[in-house]
């Protein structure tokens, strides 16, 4: 079955960096386009950042290039790097795929803090 397993969160300083990573299993990784989302308490889930198949990628608005999505395809694993984090990047941050329905990671709390 479809497995999306996040690792990488904790709490880091205003300012830091952290690099999140999910690994998949049960999919044709290289075949399917990538997400990170986040869902902040008390705001709907919204989009960080995705990469296709060939590598072209998007982000939120509210990244203005902080953040870098990247792909492994031999590790079947999906990466974001996140620098110059703000509190405001508080949330549970989630990894998706859509492969015939919709598929969620447990998600990875990041809480940026002093």
């Known amino acids: 079955q479809v497995q999306l397993v996040e690792s990488g969160g904790g709490l880091v300083q205003p300012g830091g960096s952290m690099r999140l990573s999910c690994a998949t299993s049960?999919?044709?990784?290289?075949?399917?386009?990538m997400y990170w989302f986040r869902q902040a308490p008390g705001k709907q889930r919204e989009l960080v950042a995705g990469i296709t198949t060939s590598g072209a990628t998007n982000y939120g608005e509210f990244v203005k290039g902080r953040f870098t999505i990247s792909r492994d395809n031999a590790e079947n694993t999906v990466y974001l790097e996140m620098n110059s984090l703000k509190p405001e990047d508080t949330a549970v941050y989630y990894c998706?795929?859509?492969?015939?329905?919709?598929?969620w990671g447990q998600g990875t709390q990041v809480t940026v803090s002093s």
């Open positions: 998706y795929v859509y492969y015939n329905r919709d598929y």
């Open positions: 049960g999919i044709i990784f290289s075949d399917r386009g």
